[in-house]
T-cell receptor
Framework: ETGVTQSPTHLIKTRGQQVTLRCSSQ?????VSWYQQALGQGPQFIFQ???????GRGNFPPRFSGLQFPNYSSELNVNALELDDSALYLC????????????FGQGTRLTVV | AQKVTQAQTEISVVEKEDVTLDCVYE???????LFWYKQPPSGELVFLIR??????QNEISGRYSWNFQKSTSSFNFTITASQVVDSAVYFC????????FGAGTRLTVKP
């Protein structure tokens, strides 16, 4: 039990719609990272939040945005959904220090039709 | 640039065999961390081990062992006497600022 919870677990959206995914981080963790994992691939880093600000970003377009709240929970928003956005979205919480391990939630499976 | 390569896409072994999962990484940073995660069918990534760039000591934890060699930029993972429950996808990851994952190796252990 890592303590990282994500909601919803599954979601089906239509191309062009917007979606919000949620993540509650593990108690005591101040950093949240989001990853996109397409079928058969490794997780791809989307962005990281620390103290409610974006602290690093991978190679994803601006229609991928996020928020971190004072309680360190987080949201991932994706606008103008495309078919290729279909994937497992993973949230990870950790401490900000470089060497700490990240603990992952069970993910949200997003299907865009 | 950071990059992690797991050249083995799939490995299949029979129970009780030993198996080694390879991981090669690239980074220009001198301080970095390497990780292995296990992803069972449920989807959640399970942390297995962390190693920092200044500690090349190998580690053993039960049936699991890790071999970190800076000279070859490798961080290989060995499972001794594999079991069916070891079947999963295993990811190697490199963290300099953010964490970058390899493509994963799907391990199937047959009874």
């Amino acid at each position: 039990e890592t303590g990282v919870t994500q909601s919803p677990t599954h979601l089906i959206k239509t191309r062009g719609q917007q979606v919000t995914l949620r993540c509650s981080s593990q108690s005591g963790h101040n950093t949240v990272s989001w990853y996109q994992q397409a079928l058969g691939q490794g997780p791809q880093f989307i962005f990281q939040y620390y103290r409610e600000e974006e602290n690093g970003r991978g190679n994803f377009p601006p229609r991928f945005s996020g928020l971190q709240f004072p309680n360190y929970s987080s949201e991932l928003n994706v606008n103008a959904l495309e078919l290729d956005d279909s994937a497992l979205y993973l949230c990870a919480s950790s401490l900000f220090q470089l060497g700490t391990e990240a603990f992952f939630g069970q993910g949200t499976r997003l299907t865009v039709v | 640039a950071q990059k992690v390569t797991q050249a083995q896409t799939e490995i299949s072994v029979v129970e009780k065999e030993d198996v080694t999962l390879d991981c090669v990484y690239e980074t220009r940073d001198t301080t970095y961390y390497l990780f292995w995660y296990k992803q069972p069918p449920s989807g959640e990534l399970v942390f297995l081990i962390r190693r920092n760039s200044f500690d090349e000591q190998n580690e053993i934890s039960g049936r699991y062992s890790w071999n970190f060699q800076k000279s070859t930029s490798s961080f290989n993972f060995t499972i001794t006497a594999s079991q069916v429950v070891d079947s999963a996808v295993y990811f190697c990851a490199l963290r300099c600022n953010d964490m970058r994952f390899g493509a994963g190796t799907r391990l199937t252990v047959k009874p």
